[in-house]
């Protein structure tokens, strides 16, 4: 079932930045956006998730994937780097979106949603802590968290990855993975990481030149793909 | 003038008895709890000179009103000032144009024109003194009539009212506002709700300590906050209690020494600045 269908996009703020992207994300896939810097990775999923309108084209979303469905796992500002929160408060206000009317407090449904998305990422002790105390990898889960508070059904990561050490990485995508698998939940991962690509994605787009999008198994016949996966001549 | 504390007491309890005296406390205390509040937001937005270009933006407006001769001057006063918050907030983390060069250029813009304006205009034969006055507080707070203060409460409540009812919205807008906006959070009401809200607390603030110094009411509290708790929630209640407490505590000292009434709430925050970063060294050590 098709859960996001672009069609023909074109994509930037004032100027173009692409041109004729047409791709479609179903349910259960895991979809690896690779391109290098500048190629547009950012701007598509800012113009998928309705914050930035695009200049021609049109997104379907599928059923059950209006706003407030989707999650986001954005790249960390700096400001978030000292803002005095604790891990609850942030995992609580993925909620809000969801919300119809006006309260002042969250409501016991909300404060469920919120504990049993924390007991899923395993941040349940960290209730309480700062979040600007917390190490990198941490906070992300806290982040993942927040984004399933929101989501039912899709998870948009903008490079989760970045600034994590090895092993911090190597977890984030074992919890992305196990998200994908065992509870069907659709993947979009914006990433650097063309390896991570090759091993957990299932579909491939690729924003370069030629654009690509397709199976991972069609993207390793591709150019692209043999350069990506160390087999062609890297270009010097 | 050195006096002991029985003698502080009774010249105290004597003022106290004044009802300009209690009409200025209870705004003092009514502006320091609305500004702290939405000082925490804009510190963490970075928005922290806000109050000062939009007070600045007031001061223009009220040499306007001095100049058009209006009856009263607050409804344009509030009127221009809601404007520009709106105009300078709307774009939010997304501004194209760097926001601080565009506060830096409304605020110095609406000095300048303010003081032009009433320099060939008014008829006021102590010219300096009005200026210093708008700029500093000094006694304005003072001179409030009746109808002035109940205004101020009506619009103090209405902002305490909306901050607790848009509370939750306001934490995910200032912690994230692309994720609140992705995940259905109407991010447009909420920036355009603080910026209005902004507005109105920085006019009722400039009868309090004048427009240089409104800054200081915003930052102050919400800053020694950050410096001793690490949830947003403690953030906001510790602002808001401390910022009550040390315009109180000001209102009083410049009562028993006659300082300005302005400067001496900016020196008692200042001193509950030194003492919470001291408190928070203490505690991560």
Known sequence: ?236 | MLMTLPEMWDFLSLYLQYSFVQRAMIVTVLVALCSALLGVTLVLRRFSFIGDGLSHVAFGAMAVAAVLNLASELPLVLAVTVICAVLLLRTGQNAKIMGDAAMAMVSVGALAIGYLLMNIFSSSTNLAGDVCTTLFGSTSILTLTEWEVWLCVGLAVAVTLLFVLFYHQIFAVTFDENFAAATGVRTGMVNLLLAVVTAVVIVLAMNLVGSLLISALVIFPAVSAMRVYRSFRAVTLCAAVLSVVCAFLGLILSILFGTPVGSTIVAVDLAAFGLFSLAGRIRRA
């Open chain 1, 1 to 236: 079932m098709a859960q996001l269908v672009c069609e023909e996009l074109t994509l930037g703020y004032d100027r173009p930045i692409l041109t004729g992207l047409s791709f479609e994300v179903n349910a259960g896939d895991y979809l690896f956006i690779l391109g290098e810097n500048g190629a547009g990775k950012s701007t598509l999923m800012k113009t998928v998730l309705g914050l930035i309108p695009p200049l021609a084209g049109k997104i379907t979303r599928g059923e059950g994937l209006s706003a407030g469905k989707i999650g986001y796992l954005p790249q960390q500002t700096r400001a978030q780097r000292d803002f005095p929160a604790s891990v609850r408060e942030v995992v609580q206000s993925g909620c809000l979106g969801r919300r119809r009317g006006l309260r002042a407090f969250y409501s016991a449904g909300e404060k469920a949603r919120a504990a049993q998305a924390m007991e899923r990422m395993g941040i349940t002790p960290l209730a309480d802590r700062c979040y600007r105390e917390l190490s990198g990898g941490q906070q992300q889960r806290v982040l993942l968290a927040r984004a399933l508070c929101a989501a039912d059904s899709m998870l948009l990561c903008d490079e989760p990855v970045t600034g994590l050490d090895p092993a911090a990485t190597e977890e984030l995508y074992h919890v992305m993975d196990e998200l994908n698998r065992r509870d069907g939940m659709t993947v979009v991962m914006i990433s650097h990481d063309p390896a991570a690509a090759l091993r957990y994605a299932s579909h491939i787009l690729y924003l370069g030149e030629p654009v690509y999008y397709g199976t991972r198994e069609g993207f390793l016949a591709t150019g692209a793909g043999q350069i990506y996966s160390g087999r062609g001549n890297r270009p010097c």
